[in-house]
């Protein structure tokens, strides 16, 4: 009887000291970051499997460029072949490839929609005006989902790097994770040049 009391004891000490080390916050915000990123690749895998219909659409257009068809199409491929697993939220190698392989999708479809308004028989393509209207839905979305992982990720690096919490980590091998970053963070930061004197009426 004694025995029993004592460990439960033991079991209890135990647990009052790992809840207030911050171990069920490392457990709740991995889950949590784990949860974000599975959002954020369902929307990159929605992306992807809309890219086929927009090819198809404008291919029926025999005006346009083929060249940038033919990037986008290159640029899913890429994206969708990177394989992820649970495993590249701690490598930043992994990651960093599998953020530029959907930068440049990203690139390639923003492209297409740029080139796509010189064509106003493709803009007047209802097919192309609803696949449109839901690459920009779906762009959105991805948004949405990157900010949520952004920000759950920020809490738990948070608890990662704070103290007494930062022991914790290292006892369980709770790395920081990685967040999102842009590449051209210098080129985005640079005020835009605004310029009318091209569209000056003529005296």
């Given at each position: 009887m004694m025995k029993r009391l004592l460990a439960?004891?033991?079991?209890?000490?135990?647990?009052?000291?790992?809840?207030?080390?911050?171990?069920?916050?490392?457990?709740?915000?991995?889950?949590?970051?784990?949860?974000?990123w599975s959002e954020v690749l369902n929307q990159y895998q929605r992306r992807a499997d809309l890219v086929p219909n927009i090819v198809a659409t404008v291919k029926g257009e025999a005006n346009f460029e083929q060249e940038t068809l033919t990037r986008v199409v290159e640029?899913?491929?890429?994206?969708?072949?990177?394989?992820?697993?649970?495993?590249?939220?701690?490598n930043p190698e992994a990651f960093n490839k599998?953020?530029?392989?959907?930068?440049?999708?990203?690139?390639?479809?923003?492209?297409?929609m740029v080139v796509s308004e010189r064509y106003p028989t493709l803009q007047a393509n209802q097919g192309f005006r609803d696949l449109r209207v839901t690459l920009e839905g779906t762009e959105n979305r991805i948004t949405v989902a990157r900010n949520r992982y952004i920000q759950t990720v920020q809490e738990y690096n948070v608890l990662a790097r704070s103290f007494p919490t930062n022991l914790t980590a290292m006892a369980f091998s709770y790395a920081p994770k990685s967040s999102f970053a842009v590449a051209n963070e210098a080129q985005i930061s640079a005020p835009p040049t605004v310029d009318f004197s091209a569209s000056k009426p003529k005296p």
């Open positions: 439960f004891c033991a079991l209890l000490a135990a647990t009052l000291a790992l809840s207030g080390c911050g171990y069920n916050d490392f457990q709740r915000l991995d889950e949590q970051s784990k949860a974000a640029a899913r491929a890429k994206a969708t072949a990177i394989q992820v697993t649970p495993e590249t939220l701690n599998f953020q530029q392989a959907q930068g440049e999708l990203s690139g390639a479809l923003s492209r297409l």
